[in-house]
Structures are given as C-alpha cells and as structure tokens.
C-alpha cells in the first residue's frame, strides 16, 4: 500500500516519553484520519507537547508504535518532516529579519527552490492577511500577527497534517478568532489538524474529536459534544457566595441537581434544569451574591474527569 | 538541482548577516587598522629600538612581527563569540535550531549549517585584516592570500569545539568566563605579541600546545614567505583536526539538545 492513502494518518500504541525516571507520556492509544481535526486537551504538564514532539519526528518514542502516513519516525523522520508543519508553542521566528525572509528562508530547509519560496509566500501571507506586512521585520508585530506569520510559514511545504501546540495561548480574543478562522478554512481545504490547547472553547471550536490527558494518560475520547453528553448534565448553575465562604455553604445545597464541584471562588450545581435548580436553592434561604446558569462544557468534563480545574 | 542541506541551513545565518553588513565589515577593517596603527607603530618605534630585536624577532620589525598574527587573533576572537551566545540563542531565544530541526533538516545537518557559517564569518573578520595589512609596506604580500584561509582555520579551530560545548549549556553564565579565563590568556601569551620564545621556559611548551600559536605561526609565516612544508603541514593538521574534532561531536550535542 503507498503511504498516501494510508489511514489513519497518525496511529500511535502504546506510546510513551520518558525523560529518566519522569514519565511525560504514560502510553497512549490514538488514531487521527485524514482531513480531521483532532484535539489533545489537558493542563501544562499533562504531556501534549511530549506527544507532539513524537508525531513532529523531532523526539523519539522511548516505547510503543507510532506510525505517520504508515511511516516509522524511527527511520523515516525526513520524509515524515518534509510533509508536516509545525506551529511550535513558541514562535521561532528571526526577529531580525522579515516577514518574507522568514518565509522564504524556512521554505528552503524544505529545499523548494528560492522564486518558488517567493510565490508560496505572497500567496500565505495573503491567506493570514499579512500581505502589507512583507516587507516589516518581525520585532515590531503585535503577538497575534506573529502566531500568524508563525502558521503562514508552515504551511510553506503546502503540509498534508499541521500540528498547532498551543496555537493561541497569550493572544487577546480578537487575535484568537482571527487564527481559529484562518484554522477552519484550512481543514475545509482538506488539510489534518492536530493541536493541543488548554482552552476548552478552543478544543470545542476547532476539533472533531479530541483526547483529554492528565498526567501522560489519555483519561477520555470523543467529539466535543459526545463527552459533554457523557460526563456532564447538560446545565450548570454557578454560585458564587461572599469570599471564603463557598466551602462553608456549600452543604446547605444538598440534593440539588445531579452533582456539586466546591471550587475556591464559586460553587457549581450540575443539573438537567439550571434554573430549577436556582429556584430551589432560593426556595432553601440561600442567597448567594451572584448566581449563573450555563450550559455544560468540556471545562466541566475536565473537572469530572480528573477533580481539578484547567485553568491555572 | 537541489542544494546540499547545510548550505541550505547556512542561508539563514547569511541572511540575517546581510542586515548588519555594513557596519560589521566597517568594523572588520577598522579595528585591526587602529591596533596596528597604535601597536604595530607606536609600540614598534621603542621595541625596534632595542639592541637584539632584530635578532629576537627574526629579521622582522616589530610591526612586521606584530601584523600578521593579528589575522589568527581576530579570527579566535570572532569565532569564540559566535561558538557562544548566537549558539545559546539559536537554542534557547530566537529557537531558530528548533524551528530547522522540525523540518527536513537532521540536527547535523543544523550543525553542518552553523558549522560553514562560522567559516564564512571568520573569513570575512579576516579578509578584513587581511586588507588592512595589504595597505602597509611592510606586509603588503601575495603571502596575504595563502595567510586569509589560515586566518580562517584557526577561528574554526575555536568555534567547532566551543559550538559543541555551548550546545550542552543551559545558560550562558559560563560564557564571560571563557573569554576571561581562556581567550583572554591565549591572546595574550599565544605569541602574538611577542615570540614565545620571550616566556618562562616552563610555559613555552604549554604555548607551543595552544591552537593560537599554531594560527599565527602560519599567519606570520605566510606573510613573510617564510613557511617550511612541515611545520605548515603540522599547525594546518593541528588545526584541521582540532575543528573536525569539534564539528563531529557538535553533531552529537546537538542531536542531543534536538531531541531533548
């Protein structure tokens, strides 16, 4: 069988990265198919970055398989490579240079020839709406501009799978949305994208299907919506009493809805009705000084899942 | 035809050069024009004074003595800081190493890259010198052209295991020490300045040991025609050897660090 039509195009089993006696992948079991969007959602230090690292053919696998386009990172690392592009969680971008020559440069490590670099370049810089900015040196753009020319560059190798670690972390939500757009349009043109994120409104706006991890184990697996129907009630009622006192009032709420998470800052009710619930906690005398009903998220699956919050 | 990866690395490094050309190689050519103006003749004029000098430093004037070695310090001096903190950065700040090893590129052939850059920047520091001295009587010799890649070898004597070391640092706190503690003394007792001959008996062999030496014995006999097939063949072995040396485990620290 050609690696081109090999699915899926990411198999890994029983895949693990030790470094010493620290475990940051603790052997994991994923497939990605062609043309998918696939999440790796957890908190730092859940060991996404360590599995991208493996599939991006820079660390190798201390065990287990992992196969990309049916290819062995093992033997077949610059073919893998030469197919892929990689938004790193940093931008490695020479702040010296510009825009362009940061493009043109990066497209020779593929070895595309210097007037072809130029044409995919206008073209990606087009695409990232950064085509005025070619000729600006890379220091002066604002953090979102430089995730863009950051994605634009690794598209250069025109990559049939893009991996994005942390594509957005440290950007303000309207350079969010601008990249998440310009991430959508790519998958509808047929590129895979794999990413990790520790925002679940990005895991829910861009992936088909994620994995949640914590501490280098997969802990769940599903299209966003699957495992919100799986782990959580569909509503949630947010209660926030005065500072110090969640805890404390906690137990006044016994009963209500299906389940309760006492976090430091608030207490949460799931529940299938959120303002059922609410009517009953005022039915009970309690008035806590702010009250929210939401609907469930993969924030709430996080915390189900592993008893902590993502957000650090 | 596609080009061989480490030139294709090599572009990076050229590029980002050709944004501080200008005063660099503005610098290249007046620095070593301001030492040898300052030392060659104003240190020359009482050292030629002296009774044995000419006998001490072969024939040669002081200048004539000095000039040359100059070639194979300013390459030391070039080579060791771009084996230190462009390294650290390409790592560690900018990341640019990372960004090339996520593509085709091995993690040698990043290094081969860094490698012939460092090789490009010591020629240009001493083809600087070089032209410096071709505007002075008394080294104005076709022994110039032989005494630029010698020049050039001894700064990638430096940087090849010092780029290796530099890919197994954390930080750069160790860096102004090795300027300190280590090119500062070379420069000084390397026999630049003086033959070593002029040292403690005790220290002439440990200088003779020193890659600097090795350098500016080709550099000073270059350019005075004054250059034996073997002991040329010894300093360019020297050298050659320390520079593969270094470039083979550069290869390995790096892939290290790649892959960390």
């Known amino acids: 069988m050609s690696s081109d039509t090999v699915n899926p195009l990411i198999s890994a089993q029983h895949l693990v990265k030790r470094f010493g006696s620290f475990v940051a992948v603790g052997g994991i079991d994923v497939e990605v198919q062609r043309g998918e969007s696939f999440g790796f959602l957890g908190p730092n230090g859940a060991g996404k970055s360590s599995t991208m690292r493996m599939i991006g053919c820079v660390s190798p696998v201390t065990e287990g398989r992992l196969r990309i386009f049916g290819l062995d990172p093992a033997t077949d690392g610059k073919q893998i490579r030469a197919r892929i592009g990689v938004v790193p969680q940093a931008d490695q971008l020479d702040e010296q240079l510009t825009v362009e020559d940061n493009m043109v440069l990066y497209g020779r490590y593929f070895d595309i020839p210097r007037k072809e670099c130029r044409r995919r370049t206008n073209e990606l810089l087009e695409f990232v709406q950064l085509s005025d ?15 863009r020319v950051t994605i634009a560059r690794s598209l250069i190798n025109e990559p049939e799978l893009l991996l994005l670690d942390e594509p957005t972390t440290g950007l303000d939500p309207q350079a969010r949305h601008v990249l998440w757009d310009r991430l959508y349009r790519l998958k509808q043109r047929g590129v895979t994208l794999v990413l990790t994120t520790h925002y679940m409104d990005e895991a829910e706006q861009l992936c088909d299907r994620l994995v949640v991890m914590d501490q280098g184990k997969i802990v769940a697996m599903g299209s966003p919506q699957d495992l919100i129907h799986q782990y959580s009630p569909r509503e949630v009622l ?6 110090g006192a969640n805890e404390a009032r906690a137990g006044e709420l016994d009963g209500i809805g299906h389940r309760r998470e006492v976090l430091p800052d608030r207490v949460l009710i799931y529940a299938d009705d959120g303002e059922a619930a609410l009517a009953e906690v005022h039915a009970r005398g309690s008035h806590p000084e702010s009250a929210l009903v939401r609907r469930s ?7 189900r899942l592993t008893g902590r919050s993502l957000a650090d | 035809m596609s080009t061989p990866a480490a030139v294709r690395a090599w572009e990076s490094h050229f590029t980002l050069y050709r944004t501080i050309w200008k005063s660099n190689m503005l610098g290249a050519f007046l620095q070593p024009l301001l030492y040898l103006v300052g030392m060659g003749l104003g240190v020359g004029a009482l050292v030629d004074r002296g009774n044995d000098a000419e006998q001490l430093l072969d024939g040669l004037t002081y200048f004539q003595f000095l000039a040359p070695g100059l070639l194979a310090t300013t390459a030391m001096m070039v080579s060791t800081n771009e084996a230190m903190w462009p390294v650290m950065g390409g790592f560690k700040w900018m990341r640019g190493f990372h960004a090339q090893a996520a593509t085709p590129l091995s993690p040698g052939e990043v290094a081969g890259g860094l490698a012939l850059w460092h090789a490009t920047k010591a020629s240009i520091a001493v083809v ?6 071709a505007m002075f009587g008394e080294t104005r010799s076709f022994g110039l052209l032989l005494a630029v890649p010698f020049g050039a070898l001894t700064g990638v004597a430096f940087s090849a295991p010092l780029t290796a070391w530099s890919a197994t640092r954390e930080t750069d706190n160790s860096f102004p020490a090795i300027n300190r503690f280590i090119i500062m003394p070379l420069f000084l007792f390397g ?8 040292l403690p008996d005790w220290m002439e062999p440990i200088a003779e040991l020193t890659p600097l030496w090795h350098g500016v014995e080709l550099c000073r006999g270059a350019v005075h025609g004054r250059l034996g097939l073997g002991s040329t063949l010894v300093h360019v072995v020297y050298l050659a050897s320390l520079a593969l040396i270094g470039w083979l485990i ?11």
């Open chain 1, 297 to 303: 998220s993969l924030e709430d699956v996080f915390l």
């Open chain 2, 128 to 133: 600087g010198v070089a032209a410096v001295l």
């Open chain 2, 250 to 260: 550069a290869r390995i620290t790096f892939a290290r660090k790649l892959a960390a």
């Open chain 1, 133 to 147: 900015r070619a000729k600006s040196k890379i220091e002066p753009l604002s953090g979102g501009m430089k995730r």
């Open chain 2, 191 to 198: 026999g630049a300045f003086y033959p070593i001959s002029q």
């Open chain 1, 238 to 243: 947010e209660l926030r009493y005065s500072a």
